[in-house]
């Protein structure tokens, strides 16, 4: 291997395989780089069956910090009590052949023993990466070989060790998720630290430090499972783990499914058809509130099926719709394997959704749409009352916004957004099931999807829900005191202070969009 070579150092009057400068960067570079690799795929790998939220990536975060700290910890202990040179190669291939397996165990896991998640979850990154953390005071126990230069070896190993994370972390969210699978980027990184295992026990102790052989039967089952593991994609996007499934009771029905969360329903030759409950509910609001075939001009935070910028397509020709959708990725599907061909009057721009309301004209639009979703929860800077203004900025005086919201439970998040709603416009209501806007006198809320609606002006919410009763929702609208008592106690949010994640209870017993 490049760099080894042989170093005195005092055991007796024998000298033993030591590290080169050169090879000893190279392990610690590569093992921190390997660290931040597992961390952020394994966000990824979590999202289908965790969310994509605060609390997921914080929980992530914090094991890999742990494996981290422990891995520096017992590494740097062991390497005073044992030979570093007896360690290196196991560390690596044991990290390997875990990091290998990683994709088939919690996908298994999450579908056969879905109460063990968390704690294999947590186990396929601490024990990868305590075993990569401890390469680095393993090498600089063996590259010490004199205390007058302590302090460059370990500040220079520290540096190499940094870069290499910074590498990792570049590497995986630039490159690597968006060509590769996350099963093919953890499976490749196994391999690779397998195979670099076999000649660092080789040069370092005269013979290989793992089992090869063992090593590679592990890599074997592990790309066998991982190829037939229940994965739940179709396609890996930049943000998502996504799949189209078919609808077998409508011939060009199909639903996307994001992170395990129903997005979108659309059906290619028909525009018109709507089949979610909150999708009708949105129409309900745009048909009562304006003429019937008064073309507009519409802006949607969030594009996933396109739905509802065809639908207003179909049914008010002339309208023109700016779509604001992060993900190419998702794009790409709409186009693939959705059906959905670019068509007049649907322009699809790939942007967040806060920097285009920045680039609207003021009082351009009839209509601003909110159905972006970061996994199950609106992205937080949406959400605030910062965001709401360039909202109210870019609609017309007689415009409106109307947004999706997805909670559960006592719908902490929904009120905190429907108060920050009612500081910004002057017309607030609210569309959903009775219980859960607090007009049913019995039974708990049992969440899911609201949708709001705010405008300057007066909405006929007589119409709106004479267009609700039509489509058979069961929704009725709630306003004036009686959202102000259903909002009581709720905090304004806002770019300083907006806790969505922490107010969220984003799952109830079915996940659904």
Known sequence: ???????????????RPGLGPRAAAVLVFGASAAVLVVEIVALRLLAPYLGLTLETSTMVIGIALTAIALGSWLGGRIADQVDPLRLLAPALGVSGAVVALTPAVLRGVAEWARPLLILVAALTVLVPGALLSAVTPLVTKVRLTSLAETGTVVGRLSGVGTVGSIVGTVLT??????????????????VLLVVA???????LRGRSGTAPAALALVLAAGGLAASVAPGGCDVETRYHCAEVVADPAREGGRTLVLDGVRHSYVDAGDPAHLEFTYVKAVASVTDAAFPEGM???????GGGGLTLPRYLAATRPGTRSVVSEIDDGVVRIDRER??????PGIDVRTEDGRLGLKRLDTDSLDLVVGDAFGGVSVPWHLTTTEALTEVRRALAPDGLYVVNLIDHGGQAFAKAELATLREVFAHVALLGEPVDIGLARTGAPVG?????????RPVDLTAVRKALDARGTGWKTVTGKALTTWTAGAPVLTDDYAP???LLQPYATQRGH
């Open 197 to 203: 295992s076999v000649p660092v026990g080789w040069r």
């Open 448 to 456: 899911g999807n609201v949708v709001a609606v705010a405008s300057d």
């Open 500 to 502: 969505v994640d922490q």
């Open 1 to 15: 291997m490049t760099g080894l070579s042989s170093s005195p150092v005092a055991e007796g009057t024998r000298s």
């Open 338 to 343: 959705l059906g959905l061909r670019p068509q």
């Open 295 to 301: 073309p507009l001009t519409a802006h949607h935070l």
């Open 173 to 190: 969210g630039f490159v690597l998720l968006s060509r590769l699978p996350v099963s093919g980027i953890l499976f490749g990184l196994g």
